[in-house]
């Protein structure tokens, strides 16, 4: 395999910053129908994931207005013109746990597990890992998500940057994009 077909099908495993027709995938994507754009490479925001409870780091402090991320999101990837780029759900457990499942197919793997801290009052700092797979099923390599968001002062949303590493199967750095994420708390109101 060429080096040029071999970043190709690399690539199409990355999470986040695909667009193709409108669908574009957060934790893996589809090489045959993924068109990568400049915007996901632009520059952007990057910040180290430190767990708060690891001796050495110091504590958040006191939110007064007792904002939280626990809870179930419905979140969305923004490329910099604005579009929305990928759609997913994703929870935020109390123990420090995160789970998300985006709009990718199945077999491609949509679903990425994370841990998550709060960073001060109102904002969150999470890390989520996924493997990345070709559309044929190969795994590919691994993706990590280091997100830093904030949620607003009623709770139910919140604003922040993403920033994703997709590595080989060695544990080479193939790709790198940052961007925008939005998310909307989901309740059990209709």
Request: charged share 15%; aromatic share 10%.
């Amino acid at each position: 395999m060429t080096v040029t077909k071999n970043l190709s099908m690399t690539l199409a495993a990355v999470c986040f910053a695909a667009l193709s027709g409108g669908k574009a995938w957060a934790c893996s994507a589809n090489p045959q129908t993924t068109n990568y754009t400049a915007a996901a490479l632009r520059s952007g925001f990057s910040v180290p994931i430190a767990d708060a409870r690891v001796p050495g780091n110091a504590a958040p402090e006191a939110d007064p207005n007792n904002r939280t991320i626990v809870g179930l999101w419905d979140i969305k990837f923004y490329d910099d013109t604005g579009t929305v780029i990928d759609e997913a759900y994703e929870q935020f457990f109390s123990d420090g746990l995160e789970l998300m499942i985006d709009t990718s197919a199945p077999a491609t793997d949509n679903v990425c597990n994370g841990v998550w801290v709060q960073a001060g009052p109102g904002s969150f700092k999470l890390k989520h890992v996924s493997f990345t797979f070709d559309a044929s099923g190969n795994l590919q390599g691994t993706a990590i998500f280091r997100t830093t968001v904030a949620v607003d002062a009623k709770g139910n949303s919140f604003q922040g940057s993403t920033e994703i590493r997709v590595y080989d199967l060695s544990g080479n750095l193939v790709y790198n994009a940052k961007g925008p994420v939005k998310g909307t708390r989901i309740t059990v109101d209709f």
